[in-house]
């Protein structure tokens, strides 16, 4: 089983710009490194400003001409692309484990929803309507139309290597902009696979430019990207920290600028819950990529009257379901953590967890495996002033909280400056209704763990983020409106 990057099929040790596999102008490199064992996957360039200067004159070059192709033409190139990244869906899942070591089912799950998104957007980009406007005026006509934006410039994280490439390439180079993207520091191959087949669907040169560094040189790129006057469009998803630097950035060009960001996940689950559907609906939500997606459960809010039921029923699950280990092996469902920094955070926020009084029910420590990994863990007794449920885990730990009453639970579920996803579990059709209208987030799942689709939208409210990926609403993102109005008539 391959475990370092020798003979990994679509594994490229170098950028990609303008159609060509590319080194830093420095000659730097850095090392990417499997986070289930250490071992070294192979260098890619260490890129830096002039770089990625470099790489936006080549966008902005090519733009001149992909703007003119029609949704037809692009059409056909994304859906090319869409087919051969599920023909190769095995290759680039196992590669994808190998840099972020997620479990290869799930790898396998996110190369599917990622590709999906090619195909989505391919066939979107044939509705970008227009406007007839009914005019005021006898002697004048207006119509609205769309039109691509230009140079879209992209900051992706390690947690989806491929689906946050494809989320917001796919739809860019749909609306006929062209991109250059700097994908996160510890899995850049997966972007860079996503290039030899963008290539072999035809995509022509200078249209998708990934550019790589380490997290050194990741301020820097960031600010040519927001400060660039060839850039028209910043899309990023990471933390809202880092979204809140490039969004003042961005201003001093006004550029148009979406955010996908941190969430703080409330998942609520009331007395009349269905038990085994929110306990499997928790185990999804909360240990997937072994809780490090930023729509994961981060504070589960259960009622007390089925509170030491689902704790219990909860504990058990977790014992039963979950195995950690390198995403490679069969029946793994937990890898590691992507870094040492992550452990150290997670595990700094159990301790302090407990140390104010939580109780550990299951795990609560560094697995004995070593490296990167942590034991899933399960928490009770944990109150609304703990760190662990302030900041974001991205960790595999459910911290639960004990509420009485519907509004108790709602003003604490809303009570954060973070609005991206959040959960419930009821079976009373009333409580559904106004528990979802009442929660103050972008995402909404009843009595459901998992809510992404490529035909719907993604996005938060208040600090989680501006705008809207994937369904009709993600190709508005690189799309101007233009009024133009005949006179004369
Ligand atoms: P995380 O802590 O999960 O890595 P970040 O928001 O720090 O979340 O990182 C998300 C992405 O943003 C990564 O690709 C990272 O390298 C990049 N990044 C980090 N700091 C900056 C910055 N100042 N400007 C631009 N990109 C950055």
Redesign the pocket.
């Known amino acids: 089983m391959a475990s370092t990057g020798k003979n990994v099929p679509f594994l490229h040790n170098n950028a990609y710009v303008n159609g060509k596999w590319v080194t830093a102008l420095s000659g730097k490199t850095y090392e990417v490194v499997n986070p289930a064992n250490g071992q070294v996957l192979g260098q890619v360039p260490d890129m830096d400003q002039s770089d990625v200067k470099a790489a936006v004159e080549v966008a902005h070059r090519t733009f001149q001409t992909w703007k003119n192709t029609t949704p037809k033409e692009r059409c056909v190139i994304l859906k090319k692309w869409y087919d051969l990244c599920l023909k190769y869906k095995k290759d680039l899942a196992t590669l994808l484990t190998l840099e972020n070591g997620k479990p290869l089912a799930e790898s396998e799950g996110e190369l599917t929803y990622g590709s999906g998104f090619l195909e989505w957007f391919g066939e979107e980009c044939r509705r970008t309507y227009g406007d007839v406007v009914p005019s005021a005026t006898p002697s004048k006509r207006t119509l609205v139309i769309q039109q691509p934006i230009g140079v879209a410039g992209m900051?992706?994280?390690?947690n989806f290597p491929n689906a946050m490439v494809t989320r917001k390439a796919g739809a860019a180079i749909a609306a006929g902009c062209t991109v250059v993207l700097?994908?996160?520091?510890d899995t850049p191959y997966s972007a860079l696979a996503l290039c030899q087949l963008a290539e072999e669907a035809g995509l022509p040169s200078g249209v998708l430019n990934v550019v790589t560094s380490d997290?050194s040189n990741?301020?820097p790129?960031?600010k040519e990207l927001c400060e660039n006057p060839l850039v028209s469009k910043i899309s990023f998803t990471?933390?809202t920290?880092?979204g809140k630097?490039?969004l003042s950035q961005s201003a001093s060009t006004v550029k148009k600028v979406s955010l996908e960001l941190g969430g703080n996940a409330p998942f609520i689950v009331f007395d009349s819950a269905d038990l085994d559907k929110a306990v499997s609906g928790l185990l999804s939500c909360k240990f997937r990529n072994a809780g490090q997606t930023c729509v994961c459960a981060n504070r589960v809010l259960v009622q007390d009257g089925i509170y030491d039921k689902f704790i219990q029923a909860l504990g058990k699950a977790i014992t039963a379901q979950l195995k950690t280990g390198d995403g490679l092996q069969p029946g793994v469902t937990q890898g590691p953590l992507i870094n040492s920094r992550a452990l150290e955070k997670v595990e700094g926020l159990v301790k302090d967890a407990v140390s104010a009084g939580a109780t550990v029910v299951v795990g609560g420590n560094r697995d004995a495996k070593g490296g990167n990994f942590y034991q899933p863990t399960l928490l009770s007794n944990v109150t609304t002033e703990m760190r662990v449920v302030k900041e974001e885990i991205f960790g595999p730990v459910a911290a639960v909280i004990r509420f009485k009453t519907e509004e108790e639970a709602l003003g604490i579920a809303n009570n954060t400056t973070a609005g991206l996803a959040a959960y419930f579990f009821t079976s009373d059709i009333g409580q559904a209704w106004r528990v979802s209208e009442q929660l103050q987030y972008g995402l909404v799942g009843v009595n459901e763990g998992i809510l992404s689709a490529v035909e719907s939208t993604f996005g938060g409210w208040k600090e989680s983020g501006l705008g809207r990926e994937g369904g009709k609403y993600g190709l508005n993102e690189y799309l101007e409106y233009k009024n133009i109005c005949y006179g004369g008539i």
């Open positions: 900051i992706t994280p390690w700097r994908p996160a520091e997290r990741a301020g790129i960031g990471g933390s920290v880092v630097i490039l």
